[in-house]
């Protein structure tokens, strides 16, 4: 099943901060973080597994809530580079190895 | 240079006919997917193999098919059956016990 992700687009002026939620019904073993700009393929920014935790490098971070099956992207002092759409993709726990993306959410950093 | 290489960039053909789009990869990884994206949408699985010589179905595989008879390519051939084949084609690779996939440039597929 789709997760889903929150909000659908958002607007920012360079420096601000944005939050991107991604939900899933399913117990999830893992969630990955996408970005994809227009016309282009999606990039690898992280992946969570299981067990809370929290990752991050440079000023985009993320969590994995395991007891809600969220998983959150924080996007700090934002850029015009942080512009495109991110896409979370899922595995579910005891399912092979696939992802499952979410429908995107449209991020537009403005100055 | 390692990466994923899919071709052709875009591609048009006539309503009914197959057409195979190409995706490469010499990263050694095991695992390689198929995509399909749609304009404002988010990213639907077509196939995906795990080691050579097999592959699954995965959400949308009707009028698709596959082949992975090298670890390195995943050829995806999109035939008449697919009732409506125009969209935007990635193709992923990964390791297997990771998850994580690296996605290739894509080809546009234009059906007219």
């Known amino acids: 099943q789709q997760p889903v992700q929150s909000p659908q687009a958002v607007i920012l002026r360079e420096g601000e901060d944005a939050v991107i939620n991604c939900s899933s019904s399913?117990?999830?073993?893992?969630v990955h973080w996408y970005r994809q700009k227009h016309g282009e393929a999606p990039i690898f920014l992280m992946i969570l597994l299981k067990g809370g935790e929290q990752k991050g490098h440079d000023k985009i971070s993320a969590s994995f809530n395991e007891k809600k099956q969220q998983s959150s992207l924080y996007l700090t002092a934002s850029q015009l580079s942080y512009s495109g759409t991110y896409f979370c993709?899922?595995?579910?726990?005891?399912?092979?190895?696939?992802?499952?993306f979410g429908t995107g959410t449209r991020l537009q950093v403005t100055l | 240079d390692g990466g994923i290489t899919q071709s052709p960039k875009y591609l048009f053909r006539k309503e009914g006919q197959n057409v195979t789009l190409s995706c490469e990869q010499n990263?050694?990884?095991?695992?390689m997917y198929w995509y399909r994206q749609d304009p404002g949408q988010g990213l639907r699985l077509i196939y995906y193999?795990?080691?050579?010589?097999?592959?699954q179905k995965g959400d949308i595989a009707e009028g698709y098919s596959v082949s992975r008879e090298k670890k390195e390519s995943f050829p995806l051939t999109v035939t008449s059956a697919q009732k409506n084949p125009t969209a935007f084609y990635l193709c992923a690779s990964g390791l297997r016990h990771t998850d994580t996939q690296y996605f290739g440039p894509g080809t546009r597929l234009t059906v007219l």
């Open positions: 193999s795990q080691i050579v010589n097999d592959f």
């Open positions: 399913k117990a999830l073993y893992s």
């Open positions: 990263l050694n990884h095991d695992a």
């Open positions: 993709g899922t595995r579910e726990t005891g399912t092979a190895s696939k992802l499952t």
